[in-house]
């Protein structure tokens, strides 16, 4: 069975004026299928406005679809019998830590969703504490969460997810209000979720490096899904990845460049540390010759 | 910092009165202040008051904590010391002005001292002692009876702890819009209070912005997160009562009967009465 499944998929926002009258209507996700595998990591690119957040909160059944259907581990989620097991199949992430957590104390947040659906207490804490365990926050269990940095209170929000035991963790843009650190530590944590704890992941974010690991990335622009493949294969598409509006690494621009120079580099290059070693490996070889 | 002030008051220490539940800090300095409504003589307040410095005794904190509250409502003390003083009707003793001091006006202001005194240390023991959150959980459960009059006590309990959570981070915010305005050259310090009243308005139309924006993502947050109101929900630290509660009510029952009863005694029955 796929975890994520959406058939064609559509949302519209509608304003309306004073008088209740429609005003305008965008089309936020626009007739969107895709499938997600159990385990899978996925990433979604895509510049400000493209319909990312609007797509993850039809996972986590925030929103329902105005035309189209989605099911999450099989379960439609416009059926409201349905509602609360897809929220806790499907946990989310949002991209504000501080407008997450609920709890004075990192234990008490982590413990509220198991709270919410009705764990015994001791189980609360059995669950507690594995999943500060799994994101590396468990010291930290007493401080209040004004006293942590941005990269730890995301973790905690993560932890406060995996409390639910999910099957899924959507992440919308969990990494945006952070610096370069509190970035890693998120994505490392992230990444050991999918690997250690099999649990899909859908990444959503518009940092391409964050990417890389992922098992395949879609990127939106209009509400519709632009490109889909293996990162390396969507990042070797530079010119395409431009059009699409979205910050593509000074490095891979570079190598992309090299690479239309004619240096056999191989494509989608996303790290400086690659292109040294490809180009240190090109330079012995030239000096072999 | 602001986001290192504690809310409420609490001193963090191991006490005995720190561990008790909050349900008995609550009840307990409900019933200490009606005690201290009660007593018609002076050997009630005196006990009240040998009560209350065994409470804070055992409390751990620091005397000064405690007359740190009373310094905010200082001035409420001394008006309604002064009114107390020169408005009672009775034998005059001093007469200045128009005003005069009478016997009575004595006794009853400093009746009023006492009390007022006594009822302020005794609640900031309660709020010294205890967190706000467990203050929170132990109202929630107090009042839980409520419910059948269709009070929705668990929502205004889950209010009051996000508002808590919620006082720093916004604190944080107007500080940060403030230093904004500053360095656009906003002058929040000077001019008459309409002036300074008006310099305050571009501080909060973006702080209640940003408050509602929270407020929206949070609720969001915690539908996530299945939250769907008290009905089913179990709690990570439920209040148990455990046997040195049992033993504080004992106390606090034993204190009420004594208190009241030799309070209330005609024998020491204050003169005018
Ligand atoms: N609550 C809303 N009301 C009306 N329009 C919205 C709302 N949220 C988003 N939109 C519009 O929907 C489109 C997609 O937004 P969003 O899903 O937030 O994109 P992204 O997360 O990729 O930045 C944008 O054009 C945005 O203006
Ligand atoms: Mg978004």
């Known amino acids: 069975m796929k975890m994520i499944k959406t058939d064609k998929l559509t949302y519209e926002y509608i304003r309306r004026d004073d008088d209740g009258n429609v005003e305008g209507i965008t089309t936020a996700v626009d007739n969107v299928s895709l499938d997600v595998d159990a385990g899978e990591f996925i990433a979604i690119l895509g510049h ?8 993850a909160k039809h996972i986590n059944a925030i929103l329902n679809p105005t035309h189209g259907t989605v099911w999450v581990d099989g379960k439609d989620t416009s059926d409201e019998a349905n509602l609360w097991d897809i929220r806790q199949t499907a946990g989310m992430v949002f991209q504000n830590p501080d407008n997450q957590i ?7 947040d982590v413990g509220f ?25 468990y010291e930290y269990r007493k401080y209040s969460p004004n006293k942590l940095s941005g990269g730890q209170k995301q973790r905690v929000s993560i932890a406060g997810v995996l409390a639910m035991h999910p099957k899924c963790i959507v992440l919308d843009e969990p990494t945006a209000m952070l610096d370069p650190n509190g970035r890693k530590e998120v994505i490392r944590a992230v990444r050991a979720l999918n690997d250690v704890e099999k649990i899909t992941v859908v990444l959503i974010t518009h940092y391409m490096e964050e990417t890389i690991h992922a098992d395949r990335v879609f990127v939106m622009d209009r509400g519709k899904i632009a490109m889909e493949g293996a990162p390396r294969e969507v990042f070797s598409q530079v010119d395409k990845l431009k059009e699409l509006r979205l910050d593509v690494p000074q490095v891979t621009l570079l190598a992309y460049e090299l690479q239309k120079r004619g240096l056999q580099l191989p494509n989608g290059i996303l790290t400086v540390q690659e292109l040294t070693q490809e180009l240190s490996r090109i330079l012995a070889e030239r000096e072999r010759k | 910092m602001l986001r290192d002030i504690t809310l409420g008051q609490f001193y963090p220490t191991e006490s005995c009165i720190h561990r008790l539940d909050p349900r008995v800090k609550l009840g307990g300095t409900m019933l200490y202040i009606i005690s201290l409504f009660c007593f018609k003589n002076a050997a009630g307040y005196l006990l009240a008051a040998l009560f ?37 009707p009775g034998t005059p003793l001093v007469s200045l002005w128009k005003l005069q001091i009478t ?54 309990a889950m209010m ?33 209070l309409f002036k300074r009243a008006k310099a305050m308005v571009p501080l909060l139309v973006p702080l209640f912005i940003s408050a509602f924006r929270r407020a929206n993502d949070l609720a969001m947050a915690m539908e996530a997160r299945c939250y769907r109101g008290g009905e089913g929900r179990t709690k990570m630290k439920p209040l148990l009562y455990t046997r040195a509660d049992y033993l504080a009510y004992g106390v606090l029952v ?4 004594f208190s009241i009863t030799a309070g209330r005694n005609t024998f020491y029955v204050l003169p005018w009465k």
């Open chain 1, 48 to 55: 400000n406005g493209s319909g990312k957040s609007t797509l």
């Open chain 2, 52 to 88: 209350l410095a065994l409470v804070v005794r055992l409390s751990k904190v620091p005397f000064r904590f405690m007359v740190k509250g009373m310094k905010s409502i200082l001035f409420l003390l001394l008006i309604t010391v002064g009114f107390n003083l020169f408005l009672t």
């Open chain 1, 102 to 108: 609920i709890g004075q104390v990192v234990e008490e």
């Open chain 1, 113 to 137: 969703g198991p709270e919410n659906i009705g764990i015994p207490t001791r189980q609360i804490w059995e669950r507690v504490e594995e999943s500060l365990r799994a994101v590396g926050m």
């Open chain 2, 254 to 257: 034993f204190y009420m009967v």
């Open chain 2, 103 to 156: 016997r009575e006006g004595i006794i009853l202001a400093a009746t009023m001292a006492v009390r007022l005194s006594l009822l302020i240390i005794g609640s900031s023991v309660m709020t010294l002692t205890t967190t706000p959150n467990h203050l929170t959980d132990g109202m929630e459960k107090m009042l839980r009876p409520l419910k059948i009059f269709r009070l929705p006590v668990h929502e205004v």
């Open chain 2, 160 to 192: 009051m702890s996000i508002a808590l959570r919620f006082i720093p981070i916004l604190l944080e915010e107007t500080d940060r819009i403030m230093k904004a305005q500053i360095a656009r050259g906003a002058d929040f310090e000077s001019g008459n």
